[in-house]
């Protein structure tokens, strides 16, 4: 097939267009290359660059003439790009919009319009719709409410049942009702929509995968507003103290990068039409301590992990995979566990430059317009 990858520079884009050479597909990629991302001299480590089977075009998913001209020459597109900051989303709300949202309904409407020939459309959704995971309440599976400030600052961070029960974290299927605390979350969750009328109204195959917590080897290092593993391995090669946020009990769903990506070609190249959302991840929670131990451990490092209560409006207790759709649709299975996934990860951390910390400043903008505690640190 050929096929757009957009944000295909990206963490999760580089890995799976090396994945699609791989398989004998043709690749056309168009990315910004954000400075966010990718520094204001952007290198990134992309093999495939100059593979003849590849085509790289730096530009923006909102240009309509570039992405027309692109959308005319593919069969399937696998929509990345993205601003992918949680927390930053909060205040760039308009920024987030244009470039999740608006973008994807000018690409929709392209295809659906001149580009008939598109029979294949994937979207990277997110956990993050869901807003918390789900969780047990006597026999019934519940997504909780999202968290009360004036709870969090008193330092009680776990989610209560509608009449202030204790409850059970249990795996997020798919068709629970979703509940986005975040404007980034709000984004995907809108991306959904639109991509399910989509397919309804055209007859075209649209496909949301929602990606748990994603890691690996080639992400970005350098963005404060995403990614706790990049915000920690960098302090904990400085032997700098890792403020643990909360208690340090809150958990994610940790998927290793390899595993997202097989999902992705598999979701091409299965025969499903119509419109699936599915999930995505590792299937298992592990805390934030416990990732924040094995990477102490795998560095070698003597960080302090400091549990300082910190928290940041928008940010879930708990939300992990249920893999079960993954599993029917798509024979989904993850392959890498968290410690062998993050040796992998640490072994690549180690090749690159030891980076500024921006997680303090990226904490503080949250702080000054009380969307956070004021202090500083990582984020989930
Ligand atoms: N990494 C995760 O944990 C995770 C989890 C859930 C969902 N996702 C989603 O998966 C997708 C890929 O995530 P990632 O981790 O690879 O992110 P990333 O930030 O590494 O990659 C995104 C790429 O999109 C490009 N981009 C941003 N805005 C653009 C624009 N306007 N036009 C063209 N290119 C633009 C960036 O330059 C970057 O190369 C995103 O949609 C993200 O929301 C990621």
Redesign the pocket.
Known sequence: MKILV????????SWLVESLLAQGHSVIV?????PQ??GALPQ?ELKWLGNASVEFIR????DRTLMDSVLGRVEAVV??????GTGQSMYQIARYYD??LQ?TAQMLEAIGTRHRQIQRIIL?????IYGEGAYKLGERIVVAQPRDTARMKAGRFEPLGPGGETLECVPTPEDVTPLPASV?AAT?LANETLGRIFAESYGTSVLAL??????GER??LR?PY??ILSIFSNRLRQNLPINIFEDGLESRDFVHVSDVVRAVTLALSSSLEGFHAINVGAGVPTSVMEVARILRSILGSSSALEVTGDYRAGDIRHCYADLRRARNLLGFEPRVSIEDGLKRFCRWVETQPVLADRSREAMGELARLGLGSAASGAGT
């Open positions: 957009t944000g295909g520079a990206g963490f999760i884009g168009v990315d910004s290359l954000t991302i990718h990134p530009g923006d998913v909102r929509h990345l790009a993205a601003e992918t470039v999740n973008a990277a959704s997110s956990r993050s980034y995907k929602r990606f748990q917590n994603v890691y992400q970005s963005n995403t990614g």
